[in-house]
């Protein structure tokens, strides 16, 4: 039983001293060492405000999708492109061409090519942006265009582009760029921290667009020859689906901002410049955190054939992964490559890894890829459907940050998406459920421990 006594006390408190009188003033006696009351008042309130900031910042949206959506119809079945239209919209539109740009070698001439011919806007939106030759170059071009009188917004998130070179970002601002940081920490909006833009987008005079998995930093350099340069597809797309792109932009610049860009400089009419019909698909806490976890497993409950899984990070809901599981019961070829050692993340691989024993005891295949990180972030099912975009398959993109993912309906542009696919495995190695089940107990005790976390990595 511990004892109290009473008797007038001084608490140094951070270097300087408290003067305590009546109740802060009492020690306890506990196990024969005296606590003073105020400090275990200090400690209790601390415990107390971190609590409750850990509930703010970190309490996911609620998931609104609690049950199993049944296999009933095929991708190739217009009922799923009405679906994807009407339920969850905006519609598919005719007439796009969508061309893919794999590794940094071709994505970042590409898109730099795009700022550079800029006559009236570019909105441009990255989660990842970072100092080094990148992010200069595209701080430079950006710049250059502002100069010549192009309206340029830069939507840039708070947190991932922390390691931003300053004097890059005070270049632009100069030239005339109006440039924000998505979500920058400020009481007023203090329970939004947690809910990060992983966007990727770049539109240029509303006709053409860019999006994929790509970040501004050297690490996407190169080819992934190596582990120091990174593997990942973006895209770059025409036609009328781009003013969907600009859409996704306007979405999150009005939210920062209050601003709301229109007009023929941003919305132009945009005529066919090909022959897919192509969806922009978005969502974010505001808007609906859910939905893009529903688009998936739509998708994933219209497969016949296949499923093939391109994932930076993969850790998906018991409900996600039950989607996964029925398909694969159902006939559905399902593989799936994720990050192998080169990762830059290793709580999100241990996370990723607790939970492959149910997909490979069903008969799915997991890969891991070998050279360098893999970043990409690409669904195809049935050889007809593609999913490309920012969207991981985790509790993070599907109901904390804002995500964007660009729809493609075409067996011809898939088969090429597949084709890539059959090149990644090759630089892939197969995890067995043999392997999974016999590796290291450290490891596995590891790995669940990690999982707990899982939603918030």
């Avoid at 049944?70 to 598919?92: C, K, N």
């Avoid at 099912?381 to 985790?394: E, I, K, Q, R």
């Avoid at 542009?413 to 392997?435: G, H, I, P």
Wanted: contains cysteine; charged residues 20%; glycine residues 8%.
């Amino acid at each position: 039983m511990a004892k109290k006594r009473e008797n007038r006390e001084q608490l140094e408190f951070f270097g300087g001293k408290l003067g305590l009188t009546g109740i802060f003033a009492r020690r306890f006696d506990l196990f024969g060492i005296e606590i003073p009351a105020a400090g275990i008042a200090i400690v209790v309130g601390l415990v107390l405000i971190a609590v409750t900031v850990w509930g703010i910042i970190f309490t996911r949206a609620p998931n609104n999708i609690t049950e199993h959506i049944e296999h009933r119809y095929a991708i190739t079945d217009p009922q799923f492109l009405r679906s994807m239209s009407v339920l969850l919209g905006p519609p598919l539109l005719p007439g796009n061409n969508v061309q893919e740009l794999i590794n940094g070698d071709e994505i970042f001439p590409a898109m730099l090519a795009g700022i550079r011919s800029a006559k009236k806007t570019i909105t441009f939106e990255s989660y990842i942006y970072w100092s080094g030759k990148t992010g200069k170059d595209f701080s430079q071009a950006l710049a250059e265009r502002a100069r010549a009188g192009v309206k340029v917004h830069v939507l840039l998130d708070w947190a991932g582009s922390h390691k931003a070179d300053q004097d890059s970002i005070n270049e632009m601002g100069r030239a005339g760029v109006q440039i924000l940081k998505f979500h920058k920490p400020q009481w007023s909006r203090f329970r939004h921290l947690n809910q990060r833009t992983h966007r990727k987008l770049l539109v240029v005079d509303g006709t053409v667009g860019f999006t994929g998995g790509v970040g501004i930093a050297d690490n996407w350099n190169g080819n992934a020859q190596d582990p120091g340069h990174w593997r990942d597809t973006h895209f770059r797309v025409e036609g009328p689906v781009v003013a969907q792109l600009q859409g996704a932009f306007s979405d999150n610049w009005t939210k920062a901002t209050g601003e709301v860009l229109h007009g023929d400089a941003y919305f132009p009419e945009v005529k066919p410049a090909g022959s897919l019909p192509a969806q922009m698909f978005k969502s974010s806490v505001e808007g609906g955190a859910e939905s893009m976890q529903l688009m998936y497993l739509l998708t994933l409950a219209a497969a016949a054939r296949s499923i093939d899984l391109s994932m930076a990070y993969f850790i998906p809901d018991d409900l996600t992964m039950d989607h996964l599981i029925a398909a694969i019961k159902r006939g559905v070829k399902v593989r799936i490559i994720l990050p192998g050692g080169h990762t830059d993340s290793h709580l999100v691989r241990s996370a990723s890894r607790a939970q492959w024993g149910r997909i490979l005891a069903s008969g799915g295949e997991i890969y891991e890829y070998q050279p360098t990180m893999f970043h990409c972030k690409v669904l195809i099912v049935d050889a007809a459907w593609v999913s490309v975009g920012s969207t991981n398959f985790d509790s993070r993109s599907f109901r904390l940050n804002a995500e964007a993912n660009l729809n493609v309906f075409d067996p011809q542009f898939a088969r090429r998406q597949v084709a890539q696919f059959e090149e990644d495995l090759k630089r892939s190695k197969r995890v067995t459920y043999e392997e999974w089940k016999d590796r290291a107990l450290y490891l596995k005790a590891w790995d669940h421990v990690v999982a707990f976390f899982g939603p918030q990595l």
